[in-house]
């Protein structure tokens, strides 16, 4: 039963274009996260949010932000994407357990 | 700093043979937390296991896990593999109260006819 849900399930772009991924999460939780998962499958944890506040902000390009505008939605914008983001976009929620959505897929060619 | 270690990356297993994928772990928390997720073909990761109590056995789906924090282990085990048993499965540590997972690289189980 999904309780993490994004849109869109794939997005195809070019590069140096503007893409936006949406994140909901309908479980009630404070804090949700954003993980890229790469073509080796793996899974590094971008950002952390607990109600609206960025608590964790790992190690990412400036052209990634995310965006929260309230405790069960957390978007992620990326301004001007390169080949190398090509990956499936995973968002999470949590209060102890992390639960995941099904991802979303972006490729850049 | 803190991290997780999957030395397989592959395990291919017949089926009805016991299984075990490897987990070891690093960190200088002394409150921790494990899972083990596993991730069906394009599907979300989902938790299979969890435990942050040393030397206790856990038990889920016929897989079990214990966590062993003198030898740093959490391995995941059953003792007759099936079919559908065949996906990605990830070891992850919460370290401290930050909820933040480390994962490690992963282990793709491959269970054979």
């Known amino acids: 039963e999904t309780a993490v849900f994004q849109t869109p399930n794939y997005h195809v772009t070019q590069v140096g274009n503007e893409v936006s991924f949406n994140c909901k999460q309908t479980l009630g939780h404070d804090t949700m996260y954003w993980y890229k998962q790469d073509s080796k499958k793996l899974l590094k944890i971008m950002f952390s949010?607990?109600?609206?506040?960025?608590?964790v902000n790992e190690t990412v390009p400036r052209r990634f932000s995310p965006q929260s505008s309230d405790k069960a939605h957390l978007n992620l914008r990326i301004k001007s994407v390169e080949p190398e983001d090509s990956a499936v976009y995973l968002c999470?929620?949590?209060?102890?357990?992390?639960?995941f959505g099904p991802g979303t897929r972006l490729t850049v060619l | 700093g803190d991290s997780v270690t999957q030395t397989e990356g592959l395990v291919t297993v017949t089926e009805g043979l016991p299984v075990k994928l490897n987990c070891t772990y690093q960190t200088t928390y002394l409150t921790i937390a494990f899972f083990w997720y596993v991730q069906y073909l394009n599907e979300a990761p989902q938790v299979l296991l969890k435990?942050?109590?040393?030397?206790k056995r856990t038990e889920h789906q016929g897989f079990h896990a214990t966590l062993h924090k003198s030898s740093s282990s959490f391995h995941l085990q059953k003792s007759s593999a099936q079919l559908s048993d065949s996906a990605l499965y990830y070891c992850a540590l919460m370290a401290g109260n930050t909820g933040k997972l480390i994962f490690g690289l992963g282990t793709t189980l491959q269970v054979q006819p």
């Open positions: 999470a929620s949590s209060f102890y357990e992390q639960y």
């Open positions: 949010y607990n109600n609206k506040q960025l608590i």
């Open positions: 435990s942050s109590t040393d030397n």
